[in-house]
């Protein structure tokens, strides 16, 4: 038929029932499974077949139906409990928030995607999950945060294989009417829109409200009349672009960010950059402060001082960096708002690469967010390390272990990710409150209290939930790709709720390593067709639609298993999402993950699955290597550096294969009861990972060591027309002129030996070329096995610095003699990035 326009009809909701709609437009209902069956109830075909949206369930329901239900009192009963606990939450006021920082200051975060739930596609993966996570939980301690990202129409990709096992893609348009979103009005009730110049064009974005919990959400829309057609483009996918779209976007989510929480009068005193993708937030917020009249040194403080910056990413590769020839393209008028000259601006961004052979400088976007914050942090303590390492030439002089790049390392929001069976069984041993205490580690040894019988019976219900699941979505593939009647009649026979199961889901980079398990197919093989004792395999994961070699390893597993000693024991599922990952984190018995050490930051799939009683079986690298403490799961290889990456993978496939067959099997289908049982690795499972590795301990982890501190130093650098920041700026700007000219030398009266607790006289004299004496720290630095320590040196006032270092312990010392300029209002005491050895 010939379309000629489209109406949306709203359901009528009978007054019994009315609250639904309500509830829908509200992601509450995306961690409270009781919420979800109230919509599944309506209809199961038309929850299934639309994603388990509420809106869109109540739009498809029969005009019948709702009345039938309306007129249920079993279910009038389920829903007044839902509604009553919807209120009850969103109306509480004693929550962790109002008591521990009742004065807190408001969050602005930002990220580019965020994964509330399957029915809302504007996500990859991971770096999306913890986005929409921490919303959830900043929802649950009641803490004043606005989120911002964009709203993609076309979402990421759906993933199909192909009958040989190729991931091909698909893109579906978004219907917005259909999803829990809102126009966000301005205070005078029109809707809200704003615009930017990005290049020559003015570009103009709607702003979409999503209600998680107590929080907002405001996504950013571009596929509006007034645009281009190029330009409605830019919110159309995630990550589907080349690097023109990629800084196209990262302007609009910055600066139209900014400008959509100015419109709707949202207030932000910390902002919180969520990967670099939001960097260019700094452009907006110093724009505004030079418009005010501030110089642009002065307005970078200031904005400095505010934001707090998190890396994801260890690899060098996923740290966007452009020429300066395509950011003059779409920023090139930014230094004259900035009354800054382009030299200015790009020097906070600059990162010399290697290009044709040949060093070129870049813009790069990891480089801009670190200048513009004064607080940094990576995702897990070693991933801290690491960025720490990679990022260390931005303080030439500094040792490693000095570069002001902090740690918090990642949780996962518990109740979006633990089933509704597991919470039931964990309300019968845990407080009546549990689910507001989850980062107590202390509450959580209550799980010792669930019996064996307990446990077994919860994880075989899940079990074979995930296997009825995977048989049926493996039925729709061969269905679609033509497979003969009995390879489709042979789905119904996949996996056995009978044997050990280990689930392996993630996005399928190569580093992850997802073809480790197959290094040694004969080994494997007896491994899974065990007569007694056998182990299956679920994969899924999508691979970015650039990375062949990510989808020569989603192929190289279809391929696998499809062979005759592997068929219906390894299974690949296509479309990984939150929807499969929920499946399989509350279904398997063990969870593998192998990412090859230390290139995984964080990961926290393997948290999710230990919410449910699933241990891990992973590489000791990102939270596993803080997690696992000998008693709840198990590691792979060693905690060591290979020179060699087939050496390395040797190593950990031997560890897997060896660890697979002489402990985990053996415990698993053993009958070993105290802390040799299954049982008792399940519990502990459980009652560590739980807490630490909870979004709440994370988000909890953010409040207490930085978004407070940050709100009380931004205010103290803003206020008074930003008086301190301007003296900062004026000092950094002195001292840095005068610094060429200064000299260290120093002297060491050193003894070949000696013994612990005696000292070493160190003097240092100094050519301070006029920066005053007192705004320079001269220190001795003893380095110990790698560990070190900082002993002041005193000035005599004539530029000369003395003191008795002492040697404390027994060990070989290097002794040296540094300065570095300091004053007070600093961040941190390498925040000027001058140092210099004698």
């Known amino acids: 038929m010939n379309v000629i326009g489209k109406v949306t009809v709203l359901p009528q909701l009978p007054d019994s029932v009315a609250r639904l709609s309500e509830l829908a437009y509200n992601l509450y209902w995306s961690w409270t499974p009781h919420a979800q069956a109230l919509y599944q109830e309506l209809d199961y075909g038309i929850w299934e077949r639309f994603q388990h949206n509420p809106v869109r369930t109540l739009l498809e329901v029969p005009q019948s139906r709702l009345k039938e239900v309306a007129a249920d009192p079993a279910y009038l009963k389920r829903y007044a409990q839902v509604m009553a606990d919807f209120d009850a939450y969103m109306g509480k006021k004693d929550t962790w928030a109002a008591r521990n920082v009742p004065d807190m200051k408001p969050v602005a975060y930002f990220s580019m995607e965020y994964a509330y739930h399957e029915s809302l596609p504007i996500y990859s993966g991971g770096l999306g999950v913890l986005a929409g996570d921490h919303c959830k939980s900043a929802s649950d301690l009641g803490i004043p945060f606005t989120a911002v990202g964009m709203l993609f129409h076309q979402g990421y990709f759906t993933q199909l294989f192909d009958k040989d096992g190729w991931q091909n893609e ?149 740290n966007d960096a452009f020429g300066y020839d395509l950011m003059d393209r779409y920023i090139g008028s930014w230094p004259a708002q900035l009354a800054a000259s382009r030299d200015d601006l790009y020097a906070l961004a600059e990162h010399e690469q290697m290009w044709d052979g040949h060093p070129v400088p870049t813009f790069s976007m990891t480089v801009f967010a670190l200048n513009m914050s004064r607080a940094a942090n990576g995702v897990s303590e070693l991933h801290g390390e690491v960025s720490r390492d990679m990022w260390k030439f931005l ?20 109740l979006t990710f633990t089933s509704q069976a597991m919470r039931d069984l964990l309300g019968t041993v845990l407080p009546a409150d549990w689910t507001e205490r989850l980062e107590d580690e202390a509450m959580w040894q209550a799980v010792e209290n669930l019996t064996d019988a307990q446990l077994s019976d919860v994880q075989l219900v899940m079990k074979r939930d995930m296997i009825t699941f995977v048989r049926g979505r493996m039925r729709e593939q061969k269905v679609r790709n033509g497979a003969s009647a009995a390879d489709v009649a042979a789905t119904d026979t996949l996996l056995s709720e009978n044997a050990l199961t280990i689930g392996f889901a993630r996005r399928f980079a190569t580093y992850k390593r997802a073809t480790l398990l197959f290094r040694d197919r004969e080994r494997l093989s007896r491994i899974v067709n065990h007569p007694d004792r056998p182990v299956q395999f679920v994969f899924a994961g999508k691979a970015h639609p650039a990375d062949n070699p990510g989808k020569a390893f989603i192929q190289e597993i279809y391929k696998v298993s499809q062979e005759p000693e592997f068929r219906g024991k390894i299974v690949i599922l296509e479309n990984y999402d939150m929807h499969v990952a929920r499946h399989l984190v509350q279904g398997v018995d063990i969870w593998l993950n192998n990412p090859r050490r230390p290139l995984e930051a964080s990961g926290t799939s393997g948290m999710k699955a230990s ?153 240092a004299t100094v050519n301070p070329a006029g920066i005053n004496l007192t705004e320079l720290r001269v220190e001795a630095v003893l380095n110990r096995a790698g560990q070190l320590t900082h002993v002041p040196l005193t000035s005599r006032g004539d530029g000369t610095f003395s003191a008795d270092v002492p040697l404390n312990e027994s060990g070989l010392y290097s002794v040296g003699v540094r300065m570095l300029p300091v004053v007070d209002g600093l961040s941190n005491d390498l925040e000027a990035r001058l140092i210099k050895w004698a």
């Open 170 to 318: 698909t893109y579906d348009e978004l219907d917005l009417t259909t999803l829990p979103i809102t126009p966000a009005l301005t205070q005078s009730g029109e809707e809200a829109r704003v615009s930017v110049v990005i290049g020559n064009r003015t570009v103009h974005s709607r702003i979409w409200n999503l209600n998680v919990g107590r929080i907002k959400v405001l996504l950013l829309d571009t596929n509006v009349p007034q645009n281009s057609p190029e330009d409605r483009k830019l919110t159309a996918r995630l990550y589907g672009g080349n690097q023109e779209l990629r800084v196209q976007q990262y302007v609009l989510l910055g600066v139209a960010g900014i400008r959509a929480l100015r419109l709707l009068g949202i207030p932000g005193d910390v902002y919180h950059m969520n990967e670099g993708h939001a960097a260019l937030l700094g452009l907006e917020r110093t724009r505004e402060y030079v418009e005010a009249g501030l110089d642009f040194r002065t307005a970078v403080e200031t904005v400095a001082s505010s934001t707090l910056f998190t890396t994801h990413t260890p690899v060098p590769a996923g």
């Open 395 to 414: 303080y030439p002089g500094a040792e490693t272990e000095e570069v002001p790049i902090g740690h918090v390392t990642n949780g996962a929001h518990n």
């Open 611 to 763: 919410f449910n009683g699933s241990p891990n079986f992973s590489v000791l690298d990102g939270w596993w290597r803080e997690g696992y403490d000998t008693t709840n799961g198990w590691p792979i290889g060693e905690e060591r550096e290979y020179a060699d990456l087939n050496v390395q993978d040797d190593a950990d496939a031997y560890s897997l294969y060896h660890i697979l067959e002489n402990d985990i099997v053996p415990r698993y289908y053993g009958q070993a009861t105290g802390d040799a049982s299954w049982a008792h690795t399940v519990r502990r499972a459980i009652e560590t990972c739980s807490p630490r590795f909870s979004m709440q301990r994370q988000v909890i982890d953010y409040v207490q060591k930085y978004y407070v501190p940050i709100a009380a130093r931004g205010a103290q650098l803003a206020a008074s027309d930003s008086a301190r920041a301007r003296e900062i700026a004026s000092w950094k700007g002195w001292v840095r002129q005068q610094w060429p000219h200064t000299t260290l030398s120093a002297q060491a009266a050193l003894p070949a030996t000696s013994q612990p607790g005696q000292t070493v006289p160190v003097t």
